[in-house]
């Protein structure tokens, strides 16, 4: 499924290449924060070592910024969205009316971490496998 990007994401992807050396596959601009979907293994690059790639770029677009490593199974890639939390295990049901679900069992001292805090972390989740896996939803047990 192609994503559609506009100017304002093109020149963030553009300035974070820049920045960091990373390849950047999307960008989500969100009210408080922007989202930065890595091609996979580029996740240490963006980062940088004690976080200092990172550090720039928020530095210079005065808002958080969330990576996310890409995965080509939903499942993995669900996984690293909800990171650090440690995931047990992801079953991807499809119900009746073709909605597609996916079930994230948590190590139980990772759920609140999983969830985040107001359910950021579970949105944030939720719309990146809507959006690269036409997953409809993400529950987290």
Do not use: W
Not at 102 to 122: E, S
Request: proline letters at 1%.
């Amino acid at each position: 499924m192609p994503i559609k990007l506009g100017d304002e994401e093109i020149r963030f992807i553009s300035l974070f290449e820049s920045i960091t050396g990373a390849v950047a596959r999307d960008c989500i601009v969100d009210d408080d924060r922007i989202i930065f979907i890595v091609k996979s293994g580029n996740i240490g690059l963006a980062i940088g070592k004690r976080g200092v790639n990172i550090k720039r770029v928020r530095d210079f677009l005065h808002k958080q910024i969330d990576v996310v490593e890409y995965a080509d199974s939903a499942e993995k890639f669900i996984s690293n969205t909800l990171s650090p939390a440690k995931i047990k295990n992801i079953i991807i049901n499809e119900k009746r009316d073709g909605r597609k679900v996916a079930l994230v069992t948590v190590d139980g001292r990772d759920k609140g971490i999983a969830i985040g805090k107001a359910g950021k972390n579970v949105a944030k989740s939720r719309m990146l496998a809507k959006r690269h896996y036409d997953i409809d939803d993400v529950v987290i047990s």
